[in-house]
């Protein structure tokens, strides 16, 4: 079974970056989207960024101009580059490829920011 692997998390001081990567460990047919969800302690899972076939991209106006989404050419990686981070920032991040049957998952990386 496909899987999902994602590297990159950590514990950042405010104002620093973190580059997360999510690959997969086989091929997945009839991507249309990869995105970057995160969850924090007792809150809903949110869209982060999301990356569309065509080349699309959507942010959460949290994060927008901070946060950047892309791909590799065989979209077999996503990436989230993240900038400035900051305190609120702080969740567990989570890749997702959709097709159209199927939405895959990561496991999920934790990104803690704090002074």
């Known amino acids: 079974q496909v899987q999902l692997v994602e590297s990159g998390g950590g514990l950042v001081q405010p104002g620093e970056s973190l580059r997360l990567s999510c690959a997969t460990s086989?091929?997945?047919?009839?991507?249309?989207?990869m995105g970057w969800y995160r969850q924090a302690p007792g809150k809903q899972r949110e869209l982060v960024a999301r990356l569309s076939n065509d080349g699309g991209t959507n942010y959460a106006d949290s994060v927008k101009g901070r946060f950047t989404i892309s791909r590799d050419n065989a979209k077999t990686t996503v990436y989230l580059q993240m900038n400035s981070l900051k305190p609120e920032d702080t969740a567990v991040y989570y890749c997702?490829?959709?097709?159209?049957?199927?939405?895959?998952w990561g496991q999920g990386t934790q990104v803690t920011v704090s002074s």
């Open positions: 997702n490829f959709q097709t159209l049957h199927i939405d895959y």
């Open positions: 086989g091929s997945i047919f009839g991507i249309y989207a």
